[in-house]
């Protein structure tokens, strides 16, 4: 049995998204390591052939696609519970809107990709998923660093950041 490097990059596309997914869901602190991820994942994202072709189509979906992923990013940022831990740390764990947004994300991306390839023949290009999960996490941590600056000291419990 062989799998070919599409399949396998789906694979890891998968599989990276379900990590990063399932760290959501979990108590951690908001730390800056998170931008080594977003790192990784843009710079996978830009490796050859590249998130698109250079056709006009090919083009535009890549932009639409990265201010989807931006756009939900900025939401998921807004909306995560944070709080302060004993130690005064800020932390997170998202939540049932957390959930809904990430699964909207995933919706609105898999959508213009099926857009994409059935009105315009744009083809599936694995980098320019690996490119929108940067950029989205991308903009929830920013996001989440920003507000959570807003978050007391003490006595604080898990609710999202409201100005």
Known sequence: MTIDLTSLNLLL???????????????????????????????????????????????????????????????????????????????RRGGRVTLLLWLATLAARLGLGALALLAFGEPFNGDALWLGVGVTLGVQQVVMTYYGRRVPLTGSSPRPVTT
């Open 13 to 91: 596309i998968v599989a990276i998204t379900a990590v990063i997914l399932v760290s959501q869901f979990s108590t951690r602190p908001v730390r800056s390591l998170t931008y080594l991820w977003v790192a990784l994942l843009l710079a996978r994202g830009c490796v050859p052939p590249g998130p698109a072709r250079t056709t006009g189509a090919g083009i535009a979906f890549l932009v639409l696609g990265l201010v989807v992923s931006a756009v939900f990013g900025y939401a998921r940022g807004r909306t995560m519970p944070m709080w302060r831990d004993a130690a005064g740390r800020l932390c």
